[in-house]
């Protein structure tokens, strides 16, 4: 009887013990980067053939699977604790250290952090948003009576757009005192969440709700207003500025400067190094305009076979035609789209590639310093002898609007993306704003008391996936998810194996004479620690 495969390890692998019954040879194997000290094993064993013996304080991880795939950095398996518990006002208190819209979430979240969930590995993944759902329904809103306000510094910030990336940002800002004021040119604030996503997948009221918490943490909402320029903003006296309005402007790139081996021009007009371009060079091109695949189309008649274009645009979305871009995609052309800030690598004084990555906000601090956040897992190296500039930017001005202290976030970034990462960049903004403001940049804080059962760990349900339950909408073309019912929600949250908490083990033995391999213990071990063959 083997371990089950595939949970990650608790913590960095120590050692792994071996008993040998000398007599049948049954072996019994303990893997210590597994057990998180349980004792589930000792308890199932009839014989008493375990022993485990535990230090007396159990040790916090502060990186796991689902909380390492939250972009906003959520203590999941903590407040999924308190949900077990029935502590839901605690519950929300977790998720609101982290982000103001945890009802938002609990409806609309795409959930990355379910697809990392190391109970999927056993049967399936822990429902963790409808349990941010449920948590915020049954909360009574304690956790308020914890929500101390700031002391007010002084200083005044503003965001251009009320969607999840700005309304993220100027809450946080609020939160370390801040005096932050929201310009929207719509009627109601809330951006893609009010405006995009329909009414029974997140119904308003619940938005509305949020947003109401957000305006009396301190933050300004002033709809019906357009910027028409941030500088009108510096020069109402703001000392930093975020461009959040999503896709309601054109998203704009911060300045690419690269050292590139030529430019589209003096290829195209066989000027400079053009000649270096021939048959086996890997080439890289960065742009997606006109003449990003007119370069494409001349290396691929010199016989160039290997191209990447490196795109700021959706694919074909520049100043390409598209019978051009159609022919450089029959050559064997491959673009990258919204790669949007790339960086060539140079190793001995020679090209090696081309690192790009997705952005998802930038600013400039108060040197003129411009500072960017990466879409996490977005980073890409492609190998070059040959990098061809054709993004066809004269100069830096004409990318984005420049100068310290603007900062821009969110689907004003980069391209349309879920409620979730929209909330990470505006968290990145809040914090960058901060700094250049004078504070430290944390905006982390306890709203939650105690940790949800430290010790021991909690033993995990054995029981079944919960069913969500549906209704259809009038007329049948929708059907929307009803919230778990407080018994199922806790039920649910039971399941999670608290992949965050480690009893540390310092002694595990195994008496195999006494052992007459039943397997129980296997059976027992959610974790898979033990293995028996």
Not at 310 to 338: K, L, M
Not at 412 to 428: D, F, N, Y
Request: hydrophobic share 40%; proline share 5%; with cysteine.
């Amino acid at each position: 009887m083997g371990n089950k495969k595939g949970l990650r390890p608790l913590v960095p692998l120590k050692k792994k013990a071996s008993f040998v019954d000398l007599d049948s040879g049954t072996k019994m194997e303990w893997f210590s980067d597994l057990c998180n000290g349980c004792g589930l094993c000792v308890n199932a064993c009839t014989e008493g053939a375990i022993t485990l013996e535990r230090e007396t304080e159990a040790l916090k991880l502060a990186e796991y699977p689902c909380a390492a795939a939250c972009p906003a950095g959520i203590d999941v398996a903590r407040y999924v604790r308190f949900v077990a518990k029935g502590d839901y006002d605690e519950s929300v208190a977790v998720i609101r250290e982290k982000m103001p819209f945890p009802a938002v979430c609990g409806y609309v979240c795409l959930s990355p952090c379910e697809n990392v969930c190391q109970r999927g590995c056993l049967d399936k993944p822990v429902l963790i948003r409808e349990l941010k759902r449920a948590a915020a329904e049954y909360a009574r809103d304690a956790w308020k009576k914890r929500f101390k306000p700031a002391q007010p510094t002084g200083r005044r910030a503003a965001v251009i757009g009320s969607g999840p990336a700005g309304l993220t940002a100027a809450y946080f800002l609020a939160r370390l005192g801040h005096g932050v004021t929201v310009f929207d040119s719509l009627d109601e604030p809330g951006g893609k969440m009010c405006h995009s996503i329909r009414d029974w997948h997140l119904p308003k009221e619940v938005l509305r709700k949020e947003i109401q918490e957000i305006e009396e943490a301190g933050v300004k909402i002033q709809t019906g207003y357009r910027v028409e320029s941030p500088e009108a903003l510096f020069g109402q006296g703001f000392e930093t500025v975020l461009m959040a309005a999503g896709l309601h402007r054109q998203p704009k790139m911060p300045p690419i400067t690269v050292d590139a081996s030529l430019t589209g021009k003096d290829f195209l007009a066989d000027a400079g190094n053009a000649e270096s371009v021939e048959s086996g060079s890997r080439l890289v091109i960065l742009g997606g305009g006109k003449m990003a695949f007119d370069c494409a189309l001349k290396a691929q008649s010199l016989g160039v076979t290997e191209i990447h274009m490196i795109s700021i645009e959706y694919r074909c979305d520049g100043e390409s035609e598209v019978g051009q871009s159609e022919e450089a995609f029959d050559g064997g052309a491959t673009v990258h789209s919204w790669r949007v800030y790339p960086k060539v690598v140079r190793r001995g004084g020679r090209i090696a590639g081309v690192e790009h990555y997705k952005m998802r906000a930038f600013g400039f601090d108060r040197e003129g310093k411009l500072k960017t956040e990466s879409m996490p897992g977005s980073e890409r190296f492609i190998e070059a002898d040959i990098v061809i500039n054709a993004m066809g930017i004269e100069s830096n001005s004409d990318c984005v609007y420049q100068r310290p202290g603007f900062f821009s976030a969110g689907d004003a970034v980069s391209e349309l993306r879920s409620v979730i990462e929209a909330i990470a960049a505006g968290r990145w903004a809040a914090s960058e704003m901060d700094k250049y403001l004078g504070g430290s940049g944390n905006i982390d804080e306890r709203l939650a008391v105690g940790d949800g059962l430290l010790l021991p760990v909690n033993h995990p349900s054995k029981a079944r996936q919960a069913e969500v339950t549906t209704n259809m909408m009038p007329g049948g073309y929708a059907q929307v998810e009803l919230t778990l019912p407080e018994y199922a929600a806790r039920t649910e949250a039971g399941r999670c194996l608290s992949c965050d908490i480690v009893n540390q083990v310092k002694g595990f033995t195994v008496d195999m004479t006494k052992c007459t391999r039943c397997g129980q213990c296997i059976s027992a071990c959610e974790r898979g620690a033990v293995w028996l063959g």
